[in-house]
């Protein structure tokens, strides 16, 4: 059994990872945290505060202890979370050796695609850093850290192979806020918070051409049968789609006013070009990255996923927006 007493490291100094921080310390515990950029350091240590994401969120700096040096942090932590957004990951993790990471607890809570390898988060930890599925646990659901940190009730699941991975992560994070299930579908889930993105990014390029509320139910309702189409045809085993951590993080990252996937596809709707959009974002919408990639993967199992394809032709082949979502309506049922 993994003692709950270890040394926890969250790595990343986004929303996500700050709401992580702020959770743990909820919980008294002591965190390492590792952020890039030295201003934000030295602003939490200064005011107790993140300047840039949440900042609303006050911290007790005396329970952190924040660097940017990447293997100092993981080197004192036990339980490492991850936070960067997948996007960056590689380019961020990539001269860590092996061996640092070698008997440590390697948690994501990264809802991404590892572009340079086209590799969901578990992955790629097992092809480059050699981590085994029972050191490896992920945290997904329909969860945004606006709403964590406001203490608004939400709900997590943490996926692993190893049941204990569960339990001691659903002690660290759970609350009369947050509420913890446990699975075992480390895949489905992982690809689940992967497409939930893409399908955010379609929603958000709905709206922004005016489609109302009747299309966007229908739009959502067929995301959730093309997701269980993909998750059968790459990982055929017992499981409900119709869970929060499948078709409730579709939901969420459809029609929140948080998602920014959905403000990143609204943007391209009202006629903005994809990197404009992009660069206006000044947050990184998962969902871009996630079209290519998933595309990429899709091209070795021939699912049919129609929303997938357009929001791939409007972020990579220039297609219009307006004249892509007219032929996806046609395809949806």
Known sequence: MIKIAH?????GGGSWATAIVKVLQHHDKKVNWFIRRQELIDAIQNTGHNPEYLSQVEFDQTKIFASNDLDEIISNSDIVIFCIPAAFLHRQIETLSKEILQDKIIISAIKGIIPEFNAIVSNYFKTVFDIPSGNYGVIAGPTHAEEVVMDRLSYLTVASANEDIGIVMSELLGSKNIKIALSRDVEGV?????????????????????????????????AIVEMRRFLDAINHCKRDVNNTSYCGDIIVTSYSQFSRNRMFGNLIGKGYSVNYSRIEMKQVAEGYYAAKCMTEI?????????ILAAVYNICYNNVSPSQEMRKLAEKLQ
Do not use: H, Q
């Open 298 to 306: 899709n091209d070795s199992f021939k699912v049919d996923m129609p």
């Open 190 to 222: 992982e690809y689940a918070s992967v497409l939930k993105n893409v399908y955010a990014v379609a929603a958000g390029i709905s709206v922004g051409l005016g489609y109302g509320d009747n299309f966007l139910s229908v739009l959502t309702s067929n």
């Open 7 to 11: 040394r926890i490291g969250v790595i």
